[in-house]
């Protein structure tokens, strides 16, 4: 088995400490570790975006990080953004626009769709389209996913 | 996957080259490369995995008289929103921008894309159009001791480089370009987003008129490491772009490359893309 490290960072505004093996992703740390299972284990190779999260701000694929370079770093998940006012018009909008279906790309979608309107309050359908390129819905339901991006940034 | 007995975060380059020189030892930058080759069994954990992270000395984008330092942390995304990147070396900046997708710019660093020298990667056709050097560092005396050497010739396959395993890639430095200097980037895959490329291309040159000088052909994705195309660069040096020269350039880079046929195209479609896209990128360059 591989060797256990001790991290801390701040996960979702809390600061959290955690034994994890130096080869765990951060998508297993989160989802066996620390119990936080709204991020979703899609393809473990970068390609489908369901396990995005925030770190420092920037959206990264957990599948991708290794736990260990969480420490001290800011980590959001989408259980985190809930408290946020952008996440929760985003919410609003995804379930007034249908942009839910199975629901298994949702959380990624949602957190991604955060890391666009930081950076581009007022983005056109190019720019959402282009920010939501790392993130697969099985479903095929983009053009609704991409009607409640542009309806929160609206709200903005 | 190999067992790791032991996890190090160096804070300096000195603390990173030290940790080097004991031997064994897997070293993690952005991990968009290592986690999936680790998962498939492609790559062995050495006994110590050593995140690269936190090491100041191997960050930054800085003009350094006529030479651009990248360091070797430099994410993707920091590329991209570097003024001096696209200002000065746009090529990178449009490599840059056809590059996976935003998470995996975010977290992707040029270090990484370099050493795990794929024949595909995004960033070493256009690096290697500038004249790139790699800048590698190592401790074998107790001083911290550099060298450098282009990045063609520091790429020797599929995954393969010179780098020493007590060596530490610090920084990718690429030399301003000249006055009138063109160049172009084109990435070949079945959608804009996270596909490996079938075939890349990058030409750059000096512009003259109608003439280009001083040409760099560069194809990725046709042989074990991105290739100069001398006998494309030969067909276009220093004569007018025209109708006929662009055809021969063309056919000339359709013999330039030794392909495989893989997953993602056959080595036919693979060589049909490279002399059609020449063509279109010098017509591109000519006219546009």
């Known amino acids: ?68 370079d969480c420490d001290g770093r800011e980590v959001t998940t989408i259980e985190g953004l809930a408290a946020d006012a952008l996440a929760e018009r985003l919410r609003r909008a995804f379930a007034e626009h249908g942009a839910v279906q199975c629901g298994f790309c949702t959380p990624g979608m949602v957190i991604q769709a955060s890391r666009i309107l930081a950076q581009h309050p007022h983005p056109d359908r190019a720019t959402i389209q282009r920010g939501l390129e790392g993130n697969l819905c099985r479903c095929t339901g983009y053009k609704k996913i991409i009607d409640a991006v542009a309806a929160a940034a609206e709200q903005s | 996957m190999g067992a790791v007995e032991r996890y190090a975060a160096p804070l300096s380059l000195a603390e990173a080259l030290d940790l080097l020189r004991a031997g064994d030892v897997t070293i993690v930058a952005g991990g968009t490369d290592l986690m999936p080759q680790s998962h498939s069994g492609k790559v062995r954990f050495g006994s110590l995995l050593m995140n690269i992270r936190r090491v100041p000395e191997l960050g930054g984008i800085a003009l350094e008289g006529d030479t651009v330092r990248i360091g070797a942390l430099t994410s993707i995304t920091d590329l991209l929103e570097s003024r001096l990147v696209r200002e000065r070396l746009p090529i990178v900046a449009e490599a840059a921008d ?33 004249d790139a050097a790699v800048e590698l560092a190592a401790k074998p005396n107790g001083a911290v001791e550099t060298r450098s050497m282009p990045l063609r010739e520091f790429l020797t396959g599929p995954g393969r480089t010179q780098r020493a395993p007590h060596e530490l890639l610090t920084a990718v430095r690429v030399p301003l370009p000249p006055p009138g200097f063109v160049a172009r980037f084109y990435k070949h895959g079945t959608r804009p ?7 890349s291309i990058g030409i750059g040159g000096v512009k003259r008129g109608d003439k280009l000088e001083n040409v760099h052909v560069v194809f990725g994705a046709v042989a074990p490491t991105p290739i100069r195309a001398r006998a494309t660069e030969r067909v276009l040096e220093g004569r007018p772009l025209d109708a006929a020269v662009i055809e ?12 495989i046929s893989d997953v993602r195209a056959s080595a036919w479609y693979r060589q049909e893309l490279v002399r059609n896209m020449t063509k279109r990128i010098l017509a591109h360059v000519a006219f546009g």
């Open chain 1, 1 to 68: 088995m591989s060797h256990s490290v001790e991290i801390e960072f701040r996960l979702n505004g809390v600061v959290r400490r955690a034994a994890v093996p130096a080869a765990m992703s951060a998508l297993v740390m989160l989802r066996d570790v620390l119990g936080l299972t709204g991020t979703k284990y899609g393809c473990g190779e970068g390609e489908c975006g369901a396990c995005t999260i925030l770190v420092d701000g920037a959206s990264v694929n957990s599948c991708l990080m290794f736990a260990v």
């Open chain 2, 98 to 130: 056809h590059f996976a997708s935003e998470q995996v710019r975010n977290g992707a660093t040029v270090g990484g894309n370099v050493c795990n020298a794929s024949p595909a990667g995004d960033m070493l056709v256009p690096l290697i159009v500038l």
């Open chain 2, 193 to 199: 987003a996270l596909d490996i490329s079938t075939i």
């Open chain 2, 248 to 259: 021969a350039a063309a056919e000339a880079a359709h013999d330039e490359g030794r392909p």
